[in-house]
Every structure is written in C-alpha cells, then in structure tokens.
C-alpha cells in the first residue's frame, strides 16, 4: 500500500515482516518513506495487529531493526585483511582472496584442514538454513562445528531416539492447564524449541483459565515470579527431579500412557530403571523437599491436561540428554503426549521428515559414524561438539585444522573457555566469516562476507515453525532494496554469497554462478519429492512442476517446492486451494493453518519399529551416571549458571545503544547469605574464578537466587582488541565464557554444560 503523505514528494507504505531476532517469530509492521531519488528508509516499526499468530506482540528488540540497519559498525561490503587491518574490497576481489588463499591450503594439507562453524541467527535466516549444506558439501570437510552443541542437541538427540526424526514435542500452551517450565525463562527469551509470540500473555491466558504453571529454577526468574509455584532447583539435578516424578506416577500406578501405549517400546521397562529415583534419595541433591516432588508428580498425573516442557537450562547441563529424555518420559506416563493441551507436535507446512516418506516408519537416527581426530569424540547430525574445535586447531598432525569458515556464529564469546578458542582462532593460516560485524571471532578473519541487515532479506521461518504451538505459515518479502555504490557494485544476498563461497569452495571459481546451483536443488528437490509415493506429487512429470515455478530464483525458488509439496501444499495445482509462495504473497500476515493436531502418533514416528522408542540403548545406558550421582556431597559449594534479558540477543546486539542503555545487565547474581559469607556488596566487584579462568564482575545480592549459585548472562565483554563495535565495547560486561569449562559436558550428546560450573567467588 502507498499513500501520498504532506510532505510534497514524499511517499510512505506498509510492509510485513517476521522478526527473524528470536524464536517468537513475530509479526512486524514497517512504515517506509519514499522520496524520488533517494534511498527509501524505514520510519517506524510496530507489532502487526493482523498477524495471525502474534496478534501485534513485539518485545523491544523488534523495533530495533532499523538500528541494525543503519549501525555504522555493520559491515556493508566485504572486507579483507592487510597488513593486520581490515580493508573493504570488491565482491570478486573477495572471493579470489578466498580461492587464491584457502584452496592452495586444501590441496596440500586436504579438506579436513578446514572446519566450518555454523551460529545461531542461520536458524533464523532463510539462506543459511537452504544453502549452508552447500558451503558444507564444497568444503568436504568432515570437521563441522555449529552452536547446537552450546544449545539444543541434547533435546534433538532424544526426540529422535524416541521419534525417529527431531521431532520435538511442544507445550500446548493454549489449551493446557497445567504447565511444568524447567530451565526456561521466556519472559526475557520469549521461548525457545517452543516458538510463541507473546509466551508471557500465553502463561497468563493459562493462569486466567484456572490452569497451573510451576517453574523449576535455580534463580527466580521473571516467569518464576509469575508462577503459581516456584522450585528453587540445585543446578544440574533437573534429571534427578524428572526421574522421581516419573517414580512416583509408577509406582502409584497414576502413570496413564493410554493411547499412545500401543505405540510404545520398551515402558514396561521403565519402572526397574528408575526404581532407585524415588523423591527421597533425589530431594538432596535436586534441594528440593521429598513430599513436594511427590505432590507435582501427583498433579502433573491428575490435571486435566499438563505439559512438561525444559529448556535451556535442562539442555546445557551435565545431564542434559537425561533430562531432555526424561521431560517426554513424563508427558508420557501422564498421558499427555500427543493429546489436546499435553506435548504436542506441530505440522509445519514445509514439510518436515516427519511428514516425508512412509507413515509411521522410518530409518531411525544413528549417531557415532565417525570420531574427531584428537579427542575420539563422536559425531552426532553430522557434526562434533564444539568441544572438540579447539584441540583440532592446536594439535599438529595429519588433518589439523588450519582454517576456519564461520557463517553467523561467534564461536569466541559463545562457546566454553572463550580464551582457548580465541587463542586457536589466532593461530590459524586463513578464515572467512559470513557475518556483517567485526567482533570476537570476525577479527580474525582473513575475509569478511557481510549479509545485508534483515530489512533487505525476505524471510521464511523454515526451522522454527516446526515448533511452534499453532501450525502456521508466513512469507516476507524484503523492505528496502540491496544497495548499489555509485560505480555499480551491488550488495550481494546472503544466497548469493553463501552460494558464491560454495562456488570457490567446489573449485567452480570465484565467479560461479548462484542460480546454477539454485535450478539444480530445486530439481532434485522435486524429483525426490515425485518419487515419494506417499507424497502428494508421487509420479508427477518434474519437468512440468519445474515449468510452474516460473523465473523464481534463490531461496524463494526452493521455498515454493517445500511449499507446494509439503503437508498443505498445492501439489503443484493438484490441490488448487494449497499452500503455495503465491499463496503467502497474497496473505502478508501469514496463513493459520489451525491448532495443533492430536493423535500424530503413529504416523509421525520414522523410527524403524513405527514404535515411541521409550528405552533408548544409548540413553538408559547413562542412567549409571546419573545413580553414581546421587553419591555426591551435594553442598552447597558455589556454582555458575546464565541467564538471559530480553533487551539482549546472545553476543551481538549490544551495538544497540536503545536496548544496552540503562543499568548495568551483565551482573554476578548472589544469593546475600553467600554475599554476607564471602564478604561482597551489592554493587562492588566480584573476583570469579573456575577451573578455566577468572573474571571480575560487579556483584548483584538478589534473594532471587539459589544460595550455592550465581548467574552471569553470557554474549558481554565485546572490548578486545580489533573489535569494531563502538557501543558494545564501551558496555560494562564480561564475557562468562572464560569460565565455563570446555570439558565439563553432558557426555553423550558432547554438549558443553554452561550451567552448574564450579566456581569459587571472592571481593576483587
Ligand atoms: N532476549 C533474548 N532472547 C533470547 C536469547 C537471548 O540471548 N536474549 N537467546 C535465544 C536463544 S539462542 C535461546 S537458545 C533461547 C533460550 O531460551 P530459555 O531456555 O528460556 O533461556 P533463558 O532465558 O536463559 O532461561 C534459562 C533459565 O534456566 C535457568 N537454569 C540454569 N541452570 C539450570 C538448571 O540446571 N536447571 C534448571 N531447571 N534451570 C536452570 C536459568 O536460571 C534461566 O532462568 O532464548 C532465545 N531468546
Ligand atoms: N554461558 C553461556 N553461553 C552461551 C549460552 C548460555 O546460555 N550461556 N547460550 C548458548 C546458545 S543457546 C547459543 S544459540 C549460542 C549462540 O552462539 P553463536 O551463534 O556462536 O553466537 P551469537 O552470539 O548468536 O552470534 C551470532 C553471530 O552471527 C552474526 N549475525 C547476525 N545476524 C546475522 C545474519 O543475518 N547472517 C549472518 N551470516 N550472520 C549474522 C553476528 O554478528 C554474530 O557474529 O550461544 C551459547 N552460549
Ligand atoms: S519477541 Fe522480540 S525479538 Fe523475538 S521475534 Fe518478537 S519482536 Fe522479535
Ligand atoms: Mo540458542
């Protein structure tokens, strides 16, 4: 739409757009001014009030893009360094940088010499999520890194153990009556592997209909200070609180799986295994009293409806996978998985393994196919943990890696014993970095690829509305136009670059073509989506399908097959009232594709049984270590856990000085027993040491945590040398990371345990 406004010349309009910052996917609305001549700009942000899932929520970080965009510190073009200084350079000159350094390397030392890690905001981005295979697969290295294993692997781990494909079941938040949150805190995260604009007005709809919501945290949260109840949890002991609930619904026979029982391997087994967990033993070390486990455990059984749900707090621990198995375990036995207001599974539109294939059975997932090279530490979903990158840059030998490609990450600030990955990452002979800041990691880059600010990118949210607590569908197109310098050189997409690098990577050269590689995926997109014969273009001529996408190029021309032969799709003009990208064109505050479905179960499952596979070999097998815990001491000796704010976003929005203004956020939380005990004011620093390193940080006495636990949130500390982030550097933080240890981990999964570090805490 666009209206002449007083201003002579002057026009504005209205576009749509998906916040791609966090996992709540909200809607926003951008009012554009134009004037001939000039470079349209965007003058306001607000929540679409039409947007079928948010409704017009927005936190205050939705409203910061335009800050983004116009940050002088955003890299517009690329970058290489000389001479220890970064200087901007053509595209081509880039990339030939990139042929002309990184491929003499690959052939003499061979593909593994290069390891590529893969960051968070690629799970919001459209082109990474369709084209980061590529620069993977033209690379050929097996040493793939990606921030899963400071996050979600575990959950990932387990629901495909027990799925067959990652399908993660949601809290049904809009139906439920009783919610469990462990280790979340979505009034500063706005929710996560549960995507739900406005979770807060959520849990407060929830609390109005008479339901209950209880949160288990070490420190009271913003959502625990909501909450009907509050479990003041010891960190790390989420499994030993799960298995006990678990414990008790069977042993009090309130366990109930009934429907999806048929369906399931290996429950019968479930009460000798967690035989030993029964609320007494676990209350020590969990610090949580015995009859209160009891009376939860009673009324997660008992509720009309009730939903477990864990996050990160339950996934970045020692027993990460345990607990993330054991939060299903009890949707389970209470009967609640895959039932109106339980744990759900959402249909996401672009067609999910789940939704692919055979119903109901599956190849399952394997995990272990190869180990890395120093450490022996196994592959999962085709990466190792990021544990494992630093010894492979430091270990001389056949294989070492001597090069880095980052694509969105800042493996530097957000990964375990930041200072031994910021040393690796010195060490190294060549690096590129697909991101538009100089920061922690970037600066030792050899070449920087900048991406254009969200505003230029369209956007479909192809990963996280596989999780989301309502089955929608939304498209965006950009807001403003990729800019062009006055001698003609145009911004390039992040498609195009990610597709360019794969070019280089390949042996193609610097100047492959990105369409060429967008036809032949699209196709072979289609010819497998015709060979499924139990998809919806089962049979169907390819040719004729690849004629209907007409002169789409890059991400949108992939999207539209996912589309078109996903669960809602047109089936290429089969199903003429099907989704399809014209179809979300028309609709630019998204499309409902209605509440979440019960009775998934069996056609969901692609495991090789088509049964809910209860007892996992490899995760039972772990319950020993969880027993040999409950030998431990369990005092109340201090340890380290995070946190999040929701004016901050990981390690790279503190460039924003509308959300960084204000008091100081990167604070050492202590309980004011420890304080009084140790000797620490509020507001004096705090000397914090772990078996890594130390940090000072200003201390915050809050009765709002645990006694035995403190909290930094992490992504602070942007002041090293040769960053280029003005505002960031300035703030007041610590980057957390130099304390958390890179080998205190969840040892199955490989993911770094960020929570229940063990520190010690002095005044500074
Ligand atoms: N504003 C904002 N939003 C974000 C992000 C951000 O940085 N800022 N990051 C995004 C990302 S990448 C993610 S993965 C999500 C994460 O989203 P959430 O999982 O909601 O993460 P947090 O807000 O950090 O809340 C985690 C809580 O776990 C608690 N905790 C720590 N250790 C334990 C433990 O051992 N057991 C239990 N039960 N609790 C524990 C912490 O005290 C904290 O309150 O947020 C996303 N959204
Ligand atoms: N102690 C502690 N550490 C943590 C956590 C914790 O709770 N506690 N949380 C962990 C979690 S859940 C996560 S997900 C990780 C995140 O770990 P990372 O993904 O490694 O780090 P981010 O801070 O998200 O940095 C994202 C990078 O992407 C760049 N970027 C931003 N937008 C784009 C874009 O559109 N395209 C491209 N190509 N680049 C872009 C940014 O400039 C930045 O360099 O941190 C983890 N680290
Ligand atoms: S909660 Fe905030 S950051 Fe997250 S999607 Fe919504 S507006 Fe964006
Ligand atoms: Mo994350």
Redesign the pocket.
Known sequence: MTSPSPASDTTTRTAFRTC?LCEATCGLELTITERPGSVPVVTRIRGDRDDVFSKGFICPKGSTLTHFHDDPDRLRWPVVKRDGEFVEVSWDEAFATIEAGLMPLLAEHGRDAVAV?L????A??IA?MLFNRNVIQALGTRNRFS?ST???RPKEITASLMFGSVSVPVPDLDRTQYLMVLGANPHASNG?LCTAPDFPGRLDRLQARGGKLVVVDPRRSETAERADEHLAIRPGTDAHLLAAIAHVMLAEGLARPDRVAPWCNGLDDLPAALAAYTPETVARACGIEAATIRRIAREIATAPSAAVYGR?GTC?QEFGTLASWLVDVVNILSGNLDREGGAMFTKGAVGQPSTKGKPGTGRGFRMGRAVSRVGQRPEIMGEFPVTALPEEIETPGDGQVRAVVT?????V????NSARLDAAFASLQFMVS????I?E??RHATVILP?PS?LQ?SHYDLALWNFAVHNVANYSPAVLPLEVKPDGERQLA?WEILLRLAGVASGMGAHADPNAFVTGAARSMLESAARDEFGPVFGRDVDEMEAMLGDLTGPERMLDVMLRTGPYGDAFGARPDGLSLAKLVENPHGVDLGALEAGRIPDLLRTPSGRIEVMPDAVVGDLDRLAASLERSWDDSMVLV?R?HVRS????MHNIRVLTKGKNRCTMQIHPDDAARLGLRDGAPARVASRVGEVVVTAEVTDGIRPGVVSIP??FGQDLPGVRLRVASEYRGVN??LL?DEYFVDPLSGNIA??GVPVSVQPA
């Open positions: 791609p890690y960051g968070n905001p690629g919001h981005s990474p921030a400071v996050d979600q996560s990160i970045t694509i969105g990450g800042n493996p600030s957000s990964n375990a697909v991101d538009p800041y920061n990691t970037t991406p969200p990118k992040e995070g999040r976003n990981n390690s790279w992490h992504g957390t990371n958390t960020l929570n």
